[in-house]
């Protein structure tokens, strides 16, 4: 099977190919970077890689119902003034 390519496009291919293959022993060599920073840190390169984030969680609106303490308390809240 032969393939007729024009010379000019199948320079740009050889030009893309050889900027492809630079760039990835560019990346090799941060990750080998990223890994002896790691390492220096003494962290695990997983915890890394999962990014443990945490997010604190804010209250809500401050009015409204305060927070029943105990079991029933809330109903009783309630309830109490349909009673009186």
Wanted: glycine letters at 8%; a positive charge; charged letters at 35%.
């Amino acid at each position: 099977m032969s393939v007729n390519i024009p010379s000019a496009e199948l320079k740009k291919l050889v030009k893309l190919a050889e900027r492809k293959e630079a760039l990835m022993a560019e990346i090799q060599e941060i990750d080998r970077h990223m890994l002896r920073l790691e390492r220096g840190l003494g962290t695990s390169a997983d915890a890394v890689r999962k990014g443990r984030l945490t997010f604190s969680v804010t209250s809500k609106s401050k009015g409204g119902l305060p927070r029943a303490r105990s079991r029933g308390q809330r109903k009783t809240r309630v309830v109490a003034p349909r009673k009186s």
